[in-house]
């Protein structure tokens, strides 16, 4: 089954009658991409499940404000990413720095994946966890949704070459982290 | 020896797994919330339209009292003689038992109100 077209999925959730369709397809064509991209990102389940549960809500309660001048699926991105961010943000009050936030984040990966037998996997995910939030945002979205840095750019409101720039450092360090940890 | 790390080992693969249905799942519930967001916030809407006609109806009613009462004086309360004109009732319970007590019970009661400590 082909999928549907944005502009139609657009035309359906801005029409009255229609929302609820428009909406449904919409979620069905994107979910799974962005499900993985916030659990990428804040490793539990649960906090998957709201941060998705979000994303869509605001799709629903701002969709009248997207432009058309980027593609719909970087702007759902885009509220994904900073519905993430907003979550670390919540966080830094218990927790009082960026870092003890990437602990936490460890801690829960391995808490979450003790019965997976993989662990160059898990320990992949670790070296991820472990870059600042920029590096980190920008190797996910290159690395496991092959976005081009012009999308990458759109998202996360920095320039094309910050984008590679940042690309370039989290590889090297994740590399380095995979070696000699 | 400088050794080098092949991203091909781990690929795209992923260490988490998704519970059950909660895919299948979504949509609905998604759709649910928005529905129940739009409820609530029609019925905040409603809510706000029926303090917004109370408010006007009595600002209307106090314009129209405003307007009826134009250059009448409007009274003037004296707080002084009504206090004045005050009285206070003999009749509460506390009234009552002191005028039942007998002189002799009121100079006792008077002597040990007296030494109370407590009594400042």
Known sequence: MTEPEDEYILSLIKADNTRDKGLTLLINKYKERIYWHIRRLVVSHEDAQDVMQETFLNVYRFIDAFGQESKLYTWLYRIATNECIRLFRKRKHIFTSYDDICEELVNKLYYNTADEGDKIVVKFQEAILRLPEKQKLVFNLRYYDELNYEEISNILNISKGSAKTNYHYAAERVKEYMLNS | ?120
Not at chain 2, 84 to 102: A, F, G, Q
């Open chain 2, 1 to 120: 020896m400088n050794k080098e790390f092949d991203f091909n080992k781990v690929g795209k693969r992923l260490p988490y797994k998704i519970p059950g249905s909660f895919m299948d799942e979504f949509a609905s519930n998604c759709i649910n919330m928005t529905k129940e967001e739009t409820k609530g916030r029609s019925f905040r809407m409603h809510l706000w339209k029926i303090s917004f006609a109370a408010a006007s109806v009595v600002l209307i009613m106090i314009t129209g009292l405003l307007f009826l009462n134009k250059g009448k004086e409007l009274p003037v309360i004296n707080f002084n003689d009504s206090i004045k004109n005050t009285t206070i009732s003999e009749n509460t319970e506390v009234e009552r038992i002191i005028r039942e007590l007998s002189d002799d019970e009121l100079i006792l009661l008077s002597t040990m109100l007296d030494s109370d400590m407590f009594n400042e």
